[in-house]
């Protein structure tokens, strides 16, 4: 079992950062493929971006790709959502997620098996 427990959300200008964080407990996260979800008003819940176990590879949605960074602390079994050049279309719920995804899994939220219980952004215009 992974407990997930996701912070850092909130309400920001179109421009700003915001930096989301997701600690874990129950299993370390290098034995887990760690990714972000979001999920906006009458949407259906989509990828963010996921970092792999080792913590050297990332890979990102091509919305963000370029405006978000993430990182992991291993020691400390946390993960890290950099979040810059926010605009409107960012607003929705941010979730953590952890899994051993399929290859064919790794982008959807199906491939998962630990979540968190997400947190909001709202990205004022």
């Known amino acids: 079992q992974v407990h997930l427990v996701e912070s850092g959300g909130g309400l920001v200008q179109a421009g700003g950062s915001l930096r989301l964080s997701c600690a874990a407990s129950?299993?370390?996260?290098?034995?887990?493929?760690m990714t972000w979800f979001r999920q906006a008003p009458g949407k259906e819940r989509e990828f963010v971006g996921l970092i792999t176990r080792s913590g050297s590879g990332t890979s990102y949605s091509d919305s963000v790709k370029g405006r978000f960074t993430i990182s992991k602390d291993n020691a400390k079994d946390m993960v890290f959502l950099q979040m810059d050049s926010l605009n409107f279309e960012d607003t929705a719920v941010y979730y953590c997620?952890?899994?051993?995804?399929?290859?064919?899994?790794?982008?959807?939220?199906?491939?998962?098996?630990?979540w968190g219980q997400g947190t909001q952004v709202i990205v004022s215009s």
């Open positions: 129950g299993r370390a996260i290098t034995s887990a493929v």
């Open positions: 997620a952890a899994g051993s995804p399929s290859m064919a899994a790794l982008r959807i939220p199906s491939g998962y098996d630990y």
